[in-house]
């Protein structure tokens, strides 16, 4: 079954804490994203990443970090340095060349206690 | 900046009538748009997506115009359905390889589509 998993579906974080969101895609594709949908609104890039080791920022990276020591793998840390967490997550990946679309994940909701 | 934004919030039909749904984009420059479905605490599902270099393009029940005089892009639902009833997004890519890919999307249209 391919495709692009996130776990886990709710996550609830207390003050101070770090989170991770897991992203895991079996696709084969070279790309992965993060975005960050508020209600209402549309999809913002947290962070972006072509290729394994190397990552850049996105439009809201503040308070964010990621790592890509796989190709099939992207987690999100949402810092503590992050004062407004709560949102939905999505990720998204792609495959280079030609292939312009991104695909989503199911995403991952955010709670703060 | 770039933007996309769309002109109706809402958009409310009856089964088996033909949907519309419009975005306006402000990129010249850009040569890829997508339309996705998202359905309410689920990811955004891809729809259909068209060139630049084309004006409409045709998938299952679904059609995209694109017009590039006036920066309009629409998503035309043929019968809609019940199952249709989702937010949907369209989304545009910048020109040339320095875009990373980088999408750009709209607000977002609710279409509720009533039995």
């Known amino acids: 079954d391919g495709g692009i998993t996130q776990s886990p579906k709710y996550l609830f974080r207390k003050e101070g804490q770090n989170v991770t969101l897991s992203c895991e895609q079996n696709l084969n594709h070279d790309a992965m994203y993060w975005y960050r949908q508020d209600p209402g609104q549309g999809l913002r890039l947290i962070y972006y990443?072509?290729?394994?080791?190397?990552?850049q920022k996105g439009d809201i990276a503040e308070g964010y970090s990621v790592s890509r020591e796989k190709k099939e793998s992207f987690p999100l840390t949402v810092t503590s340095a992050q004062k407004n967490p709560t949102a939905f997550y999505l990720c998204?990946?792609?495959?280079?060349?030609?292939?312009?679309?991104?695909?989503f994940g199911p995403g991952t909701r955010l709670l703060v206690l | 900046g770039e933007s996309v934004g769309l002109h109706l919030p809402t958009l409310s039909v009856q089964e088996g009538d033909n949907s519309i749904i419009n975005c306006a984009y402000s990129?010249?420059?850009?040569?890829?748009f997508i339309w996705y479905k998202q359905e309410s605490g689920k990811g955004p599902q891809f729809i259909i997506d068209?060139?630049?270099?084309?004006d409409k393009r045709q998938g299952q029940r679904v059609t995209v115009l694109l017009n590039k005089t006036v920066k309009h892009l629409s998503l035309q639902i043929a019968a809609t359905q019940p199952g249709d009833s989702a937010v949907y997004f369209c989304a545009e890519k910048g020109e040339g390889g320095t875009s990373y890919g980088k999408l750009t999307f709209g607000q977002g249209t609710i279409l509720t589509v009533h039995p």
């Open positions: 068209i060139r630049s270099n084309m």
């Open positions: 990129n010249s420059a850009s040569d890829y």
């Open positions: 998204a990946s792609r495959a280079l060349g030609s292939q312009e679309t991104q695909y």
């Open positions: 990443s072509q290729i394994v080791n190397d990552f």
